[in-house]
């Protein structure tokens, strides 16, 4: 599930390059209600790139990651299991037949697209389910799906993702008027270390008018990713608060601290960051600044 992506996608049959996936693949000539799209269609003219083969749309996708799919639209029947255990089908869903993948998903079957774009999941139903709103709460990375104490995570598509408003806090989604790019970008004015603001200022992470620059929400990106200028400051805070030996040796993830077992609740200090409504600090939870690389040293 991608908030940073509009296309719906899986792997399917004949596959030409696909990556390994615990399913198995979709075979869209053995189904009875899977139509090809044709290159006139609306759908594809959605499409960023997109080409022409015996009338039938086809298109490329790629991500930040190297990742790629290329393959066919079509449409297919899809149906979602309820928390309740109930099922309800969406007839005529646009998604994207990959038979050329690249990249690594985790053993996932294909991406579900939850942009700001017409062929995303939340726009395909918005006309039965009653809008675009969706919820989702994401388990934390460190708890284990097998593990006896998770609960699963339930998206809620539709009029009932607001039902729990009125217990939420909210941040304005912002809007990027010189991209025309399926993002949701926050307005996020800083952050502090052990309770301490930094001082970086609140125009590192605004939108510039040539579209570069702000902060975007994106499921589908591993690390949070910032300005130099503002790393450089978080950086330095950490080194001030946490008094452990640096460890330098890590190829592409440069603040590391080596540890002993059992000091990483105590020696590393509380991280937030400042979001628009009303200066509300949303605190991170360590796991998810800080990850143990091996059993010596942890990372951020």
């Known amino acids: 599930m991608d908030t940073g992506s509009q296309l719906i996608w899986m792997q399917c049959q004949p596959c030409q390059s696909c990556v390994s996936q615990n399913a198995t693949l979709f075979s869209p000539s053995s189904s009875s209600s899977y139509t090809t799209e044709s290159c006139s269609s609306t759908a594809c003219a959605s499409l960023p790139r997109q080409s022409s083969q015996s009338n039938a749309c086809q298109y490329s996708y ?29 007839p005529r869903l ?8 690249h990249g690594e998903y985790g053993g996932a ?138 460890y330098s040796n890590h190829p592409y993830l440069p603040l590391c601290y080596s540890v002993q077992e059992g000091q990483e609740t105590t020696a590393i200090p509380p991280f937030t960051f400042t979001v628009h409504l009303q200066g509300m600090d949303l605190a991170v939870p360590l796991d998810n600044y800080f990850t143990k690389v091996d059993e010596q040293e942890p990372i951020v």
């Open 62 to 90: 790629s991500y930040a990651s190297q990742a790629s799919t290329q393959g066919q639209l079509g449409t297919e029947t899809l149906t979602l299991l309820s928390p309740e255990a109930s099922t309800s089908a969406f």
């Open 94 to 101: 646009v998604f994207g037949c990959g038979l050329n993948n």
């Open 109 to 246: 079957a294909g991406l579900v697209g939850m942009g700001q774009s017409s062929l995303s999941l939340p726009s395909q139903l918005s006309s039965v389910l009653g809008g675009k709103k969706f919820s989702n709460c994401l388990l934390s990375h460190a708890t284990l799906p097998s593990s006896s104490s998770a609960s699963p995570s339930s998206l809620v598509i539709g009029e009932a993702a607001a039902e729990s408003a009125s217990r939420m806090q909210f941040t304005p989604i912002v809007a990027n008027p010189a991209v025309v790019a399926s993002l949701y970008y926050i307005d996020v004015l800083g952050f502090s270390v052990n309770n301490v603001r930094l001082n970086i200022p609140a125009s590192t992470f605004s939108i510039q008018a040539d579209g570069r620059g702000g902060i975007i929400l994106d499921s589908g990106t591993t690390y949070t990713y910032l300005p130099s200028a503002a790393f450089s400051v978080i950086q330095q805070a950490f080194d001030t608060f946490i008094k452990l030996p640096r």
